[in-house]
């Protein structure tokens, strides 16, 4: 509707709408924006490469964010996201570089592929107690990430889950993990410990190299 719109600054949509199509404000790279509290879902390539956009609040009637909805935000530094919420799809949040902080709600029961790939200036992260796999990519290139705990309901780190998160110091594995999938910690240089615990059945090809602090 409002596809490269590169001049928009702001934008407030009333409450009576209810549905927002896919690549709506996509390049709108000027633009701020006030969300209806009626909408349910962010659709796909809603907001990508907004690059100016520094804060958004996802009203609480949402369920769904969608595939590569906010890929390329780069000034996005603050995001709130409701109890309502139940799936982050596929790259929502891809380099999304000045984000810093974010808690996924406990309602969140699957994170997508390369969700948070390249935020580089995430520093802290809260994982959802639902969530049951770490997929493919979800924090690769995460370079500011320090420590995480991967909740008790996971099962699956998939592959480079964790690829090149160079400041990934900790990381706490839950007893429930059976599976780390290939080069899910590649490049995770400043890991110096892990233990890995008995559920673990299967280690991919290649999961910790590069891990140049691991002893």
């Not at 702001?10 to 209810?18: F, G, L």
């Not at 924006?33 to 909408?39: A, E, K, N, R, V």
């Not at 530094?77 to 982050?88: A, D, K």
């Not at 107690?129 to 320090?146: D, G, H, P, Q, R």
């Amino acid at each position: 509707a409002f596809e490269d719109c590169s001049a928009l600054t702001s934008i407030t949509i009333p409450d009576s709408v209810t549905t927002i199509g896919e690549n709506a404000f996509a390049g709108c790279s000027s633009l701020t924006i006030h969300l209806p509290t009626s909408l349910t879902e962010i659709k796909d390539y809603f907001f990508v490469n907004c690059s100016v956009l520094t804060s958004i609040t996802i009203p609480d009637s949402v369920t769904t964010i969608g595939e590569y909805a906010f890929a390329g935000c780069s000034s996005l530094t603050t995001i709130h996201l409701p109890t309502s919420l139940t799936e982050i799809k596929d790259g929502a949040f891809e380099d999304c570089s000045a984000l810093t902080s974010i808690t996924i709600p406990d309602s969140v029961t699957v994170i997508g592929e390369n969700a948070f790939k390249g935020c580089s200036s995430l520093t802290s992260v809260h994982l959802p107690t639902s969530l049951t796999e770490i997929k493919y990519k979800v924090f690769s290139n995460c370079s500011a990430l320090a420590s995480i705990t991967i909740p008790d309901s996971v099962t699956v780190i998939g592959e480079n889950a964790f690829w090149n998160c160079k400041s990934l110091t900790a990381i706490h594995l839950p007893t429930s993990l059976t599976e780390i999938q290939e080069e899910a910690f590649m490049g995770c240089s400043a890991l110096a410990s892990i233990t890995i615990p008995n559920s673990v059945t299967t280690i991919g090809e290649n999961a910790f190299a590069g891990c140049s602090s691991l002893t």
